[in-house]
């Protein structure tokens, strides 16, 4: 069983070290392990370019990024190996490191695994024999903690945008954990408490990939959500009949007050559509084939709508 870390913070400071002290925890479970610092990786941003859906979709490939001159390769092949996953990151305005959101961006549809896993079945069905097909490892099963370490209060989004990493590869997220009030390099030494967390956290992602997927338990702060224990609901009054939305999973609910306390309701018929759940993946595929990837019937006509927005300004950009 191999479990890597992934730290998105300063050289030996807060977020590395509760990695560390994770991993520690990790191999008394008998783990073996490994730590990337995003840092010491050069990652380009998504372009947009949907080449990798398109390979998936269409020719049944990799589905593999067409970015080559940077360390994507390198990591998506140490994600592939690993089993579990240790995930660090500094709070930077509320939020997780970008560097962390580049990767999240790269790694997202391309490795989607419903996508990854219509694109190996259209593959058997076609009998395509050249080329790569999706990677084996995509559909191991995974489990992962994720760790968010602030100076302040200012977290709202840290780890729900954390989770949103662990999404497209259905990694089963075992434990959560927010280090509030800790700003200076290294300061989490003096936190007795989130160090002995989160080694707890890290041995709990060992021992979980010791059962089947569906035995897993999640020991963080359960949270609103009850599929993905997200505490960042929306309300989203345009929709009358769920007027709540969870910001993780996308599941729609209503917000109840029950013995003084909110809580955030789903229907069972509606539980399905979950992204954590492979049923709400498979949804969300269907839905980009049926709606955002349809040609539209007037195609034709792109290049002569686009004229006027292509003749309009020139890019203001520095000198090189
Ligand atoms: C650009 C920037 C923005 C920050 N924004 C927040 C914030 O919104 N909330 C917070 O709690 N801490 C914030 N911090 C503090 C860091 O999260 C904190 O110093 C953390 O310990 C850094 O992790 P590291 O030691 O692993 O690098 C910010 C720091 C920087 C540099």
Wanted: aromatic share 6%.
């Amino acid at each position: 069983m191999k479990i890597l870390g992934i730290s998105c913070g300063r050289k030996m400071s807060n977020s590395e070290i509760l990695v560390k002290e994770a991993l520690m925890g990790a191999e008394e479970a008998g783990a073996e392990v490994e730590l990337i610092r995003l840092h010491d990786l050069t990652l380009k941003p998504c372009t947009g370019c949907n080449a990798c859906v398109i390979n998936l979709f269409e020719k049944c490939g990799a589905g593999e990024c067409v970015i080559k001159d940077d360390d994507f390769a390198f990591i998506d092949e140490k994600i592939m190996e690993c089993d579990g996953l240790i995930i660090g990151s500094p709070i930077y305005e509320k939020s997780p490191s970008g560097l962390l959101k580049i990767l999240n961006d790269r790694m997202g549809p391309s490795h989607d695994v419903a996508f990854r896993m219509i694109a190996k079945q259209m593959r058997e069905e076609r009998g395509i024999t050249t080329g790569k097909g999706p990677d084996e490892r995509s559909f191991k099963t995974r489990a992962a903690s994720l760790i968010a370490v602030g100076g302040s209060e200012w977290d709202n989004l840290a780890l729900p945008m954390m989770h949103l990493f662990a999404l497209s590869l259905q990694i089963n997220v075992v434990d959560k954990m927010l280090v509030n009030w800790v700003g200076l390099p290294g300061a989490i030494v003096f936190k007795e408490d989130a160090l002995a967390k989160a080694r707890k956290s890290g041995k709990h992602v060992a021992e979980s990939l010791k059962k089947p997927a569906e035995q897993m338990e999640f020991i963080g702060e359960q949270g609103l959500c009850p599929i993905c224990h997200s505490k960042l609901v929306e309300v989203r009054e345009d929709n009358k009949n769920f007027p709540a939305i969870c910001g993780i999973c996308g599941v729609r609910g209503t917000l109840n007050m029950v013995d003084n306390k909110v809580t955030f309701t789903i229907a069972d018929e509606d539980r399905a559509h979950s992204h954590v759940l492979l049923s709400g993946k498979f949804g969300h595929a269907a839905e980009l084939k049926e709606v955002s990837l349809k040609p539209n019937p007037k195609i034709n006509e792109l290049p002569e709508r686009l004229a006027k927005y292509r003749s309009y300004l020139t890019y203001s950009k520095p000198e090189r």
